[in-house]
């Protein structure tokens, strides 16, 4: 690392090393990062809250820590929250109206890990409305832009934390991927996004979409990153009754497994007519780089994966009418004023509370789940899932790895697609099939097509996160693409 490297531009890796040495302090870090939120702020709108007092507080406890050496793995590293987990004493919105003024009485699972670790939290960032969405777009606080061209989309729903990290603003930013909704938004900001294999990160105190879905995960700049990130954050919770107790493996010390005889697959559907050529063609660039470093590229098909949209957009809803059932204008969150009765408190809160994208999910839900609906949407939708996760089971049978284009196309301008539900829906077609799998899935940065970031995904089985974090950092050992810097913020 060269010493004239700008604190800013150094990865989480490359920071500890700094802190450990002594070359800064962390609360020097966080100054200097906190300045770059504020400087930034208005033109990328990546954060919803900036919490400068509590982050130097922080800071200078992690400084004592590491002088009285009883400093934790992530002692004095700065990191940024999604603002869907819940933090004590700090808003969580998650981009909504209703939950405008909510102030959470504890922290998430992932927060009290993190921060039991050292890290320091620079703020809340800005999301689309519940996680709803796949552009960044659908936030009461407005849309974030990309750090490579703010007239467009960053991608979402961790619109926000994709910014964050690509703008150089941190190093790293917790997410959450219910479709794609880490790695599509990594993928258009050209950072590294990990989605976890569900269960293997406890969900308690992160405010639920869908929850057979819903996992969380990290966006940073390399996979070492994601990995020494993982390794706090991963482990069963007894809070969640989704978590699984499976033992969670020196993520960091496994990056150094090679990619030689790893089998990749190719799956044939991701590289139809809706893949942009010059997507196609970094992403191949990508894979033949693999190969030559020993990896074996085997072409696989999955018979249902071009049903996984549909039917995502049949159990996400669903579950998604159930879970925000609770956002009534009666237990916590915005109520509207002067109600004629309990009806109308219900209605009018939550019509006054929820944006458009949200309604329209929970009366598609609603819809699914109704009488008469429920076995003709719902129950097929479930059994055609089976079908899925059991095709990715019949490929992990003959390869390691499966490989291909994160999104279909680069980022795309703001209000492009907004009215047009279904062509934005679209945008999640490669990632969704992971989610509906339950599997753990990444997205590297692998090239610019029109001077725009495209990523590579790696979907693994599951709790596989070792292998799919080793390919990725095997690939960054070869190539600079997650060094490249948007221009204004250098």
Known sequence: MSASKEIHQRSLAELA?????????SRELTEALLRRIVKHQASLNAFITITSDEALERADVADKARASGDAGPLNGLPIVYKDLFCTKDVLTTCGSRILENFVSPYDATVVARLKSAGAVMLGKTNMDEFAMGSSNETSYYGPVTNPWNTKLSPGGSSGGSAAAVAARLTPAATGTDTGGSIRQPAALTGTVGLKATYGRVSRY?????????????????????????????AGFDERDSTSVDHPVPDYVGGLSRPVKGLKIGIVRQHFDEGLDANCAEKVNAALAALKAEGATLIEIDLPNIDLSVPTYYVVAPAECSSNLSRFDGVRFGRRSENPEDLLDLYSRSRGEGFGAEVKRRIMTGTYVLSAGYYDAYYLKAQKVRQLISQDFRNAFANVDVIAGPTAPTTAFAIGEKTDDPITMYLNDIYTIGANLAGLPGLSVPCGFADGLPVGLQLVGPHFAEET???????????TDWHDQVPGDYA
């Open 205 to 233: 105190g992160m405010v639920a979409f869908a929850s057979s879905l819903d996992q969380a995960g990290v966006i940073t700049r390399t996979a070492e990153d994601a990995a020494m990130l993982m390794g706090v954050m």
């Open 468 to 478: 799919i974090l080793a390919c990725a950092h095997q690939y960054q050992q070869l």
């Open 17 to 25: 090393r700094g802190l450990s040495a002594g070359d800064f302090s």
